[in-house]
Antibody, heavy 123, light 110 residues
Framework: QLQLRESGPGLVKPSETLSLTCAVS??????????WGWIRQPPGKALEWIGS???????YYNPSLKSRLTLSADTSKNHFSLRLTSVTATDTAIYYC???????????????WGQGILVTVSS | QSLLTQPPSVSAAPGQRVTISCSGS????????VSWYHQVPGTAPKLLIY???KRPSGIPDRFSGSRSGSTATLGITGLQTGDEADYYC???????????FGGGTKLTVL
């Protein structure tokens, strides 16, 4: 069964870069047909899609974050990563990694989720 | 303000039926499938419904989904106290080229 686990610093200073990793077990990023994604949830607020990628280097970003966002995959470590630059307090959220068995578009959805990691942006 | 509009809260008694709506537009719910997620506070969301009306394995048939025009609906019958959670809809928006989540609905089982 596919399992996802987020890791990274829980505190990031304003204007710095937030970097998170999602470790995948139970399947291989390079041979799986899944799309690998990130979703975040500010405390007490709704979910927000950050972006998704396919291991063959196709990436899809939320237009509102695109200028600050990079998603990547490391097939040798079987994990994928998020890098968000120039963070502010509004980037404080629980960050989830999740999988999608279908490509972006009509049939897209998230079927497996990591437990989430709280990242606070504060000096 | 999400482009997918859900009621902030709904409530019903144990054993009863409740519905949660997700209202969008032609470019999202009106032309793409909807998924629904259940989130107990402090835990990760869990997929309940995909492709508007399909249940993943392990999800009881008390949960159902439907879509008509630009509005999708989640139905829950035989309400249990364990159903108390936040519920989110989601859909791709073809016009914006982005995935959207609704604002979430808090279900209270009285």
């Amino acid at each position: 069964q596919l399992q996802l686990r987020e890791s990274g610093p829980g505190l990031v200073k304003p204007s710095e870069t937030l970097s998170l990793t999602c470790a995948v077990s139970g399947d291989s990023i390079s041979t799986s047909y899944y799309y690998w994604g990130w979703i975040r949830q500010p405390p007490g607020k709704a979910l927000e899609w950050i972006g998704s990628l396919y291991y063959s280097a196709s990436t899809y970003y939320n237009p509102s974050l695109k200028s600050r966002l990079t998603l990547s995959a490391d097939t040798s470590k079987n994990h994928f990563s998020l890098r968000l630059t120039s963070v502010t307090a509004t980037d404080t959220a629980i960050y989830y990694c999740a999988t999608s068995p279908m490509g972006l578009g009509e049939h897209f959805y998230f079927d497996s989720w990591g437990q989430g990691i709280l990242v606070t942006v504060s000096s | 303000q999400s482009l997918l509009t859900q009621p902030p809260s709904v409530s019903a008694a144990p054993g009863q039926r409740v519905t949660i709506s997700c209202s969008g537009s032609k470019s999202n719910v009106g032309s793409n499938f909807v998924s629904w997620y259940h989130q107990v506070p402090g835990t990760a969301p869990k997929l309940l419904i995909y492709d508007s009306d399909k249940r993943p394995s392990g999800i009881p048939d008390r949960f159902s989904g439907s879509r008509s025009g630009s509005t999708a609906t989640l139905g829950i019958t035989g309400l249990q106290t364990g159903d108390e959670a936040d519920y989110y809809c989601g859909s791709w928006d073809s016009g914006l080229g982005t995935w959207l989540f609704g604002g979430g609905t808090k279900l209270t089982v009285l």
